[in-house]
């Protein structure tokens, strides 16, 4: 079965830290590129961060130095570390590989 299945979401107050997990069907994993993507109440999906299959990493410029994404090619997994979160990182955050999405997880940012 082809899935993305997301976890790790939920609330936390500005400056908190939250990491997301996405367990990928292998057949997913294959593909090279694997990438976290982040919609917010009335806005577009962005680009938040994106891996290689060889672990070559790209950020969108408003979380570098705060989020981290790293795979598990053993755990066909995916993470997405998020440290010293502000409340415009509230969104749905969606996990994409080989052209499916996940059905996503909500990270809430509020004091």
């Known amino acids: 079965q082809v899935q993305l299945v997301e976890s790790g979401g939920g609330l936390v107050q500005p400056g908190g830290s939250l990491r997301l997990s996405c367990a990928a069907s292998?057949?997913?994993?294959?593909?090279?590129?694997m990438g976290w993507y982040r919609q917010a109440p009335g806005k577009q999906r962005e680009m938040v961060a994106t891996v290689t299959g060889g672990g070559r990493t790209n950020y969108a410029d408003s979380v570098k130095g705060r989020f981290t994404i790293s795979r598990d090619n053993a755990k066909t997994t995916i993470y997405l570390q998020m440290m010293s979160l502000k409340p415009e990182d509230t969104a749905v955050y969606f996990c994409?590989?080989?052209?499916?999405w996940g059905k996503g997880t909500q990270v809430t940012v509020t004091s």
């Open positions: 994409y590989g080989g052209s499916y």
């Open positions: 292998r057949i997913i994993f294959s593909y090279s590129t």
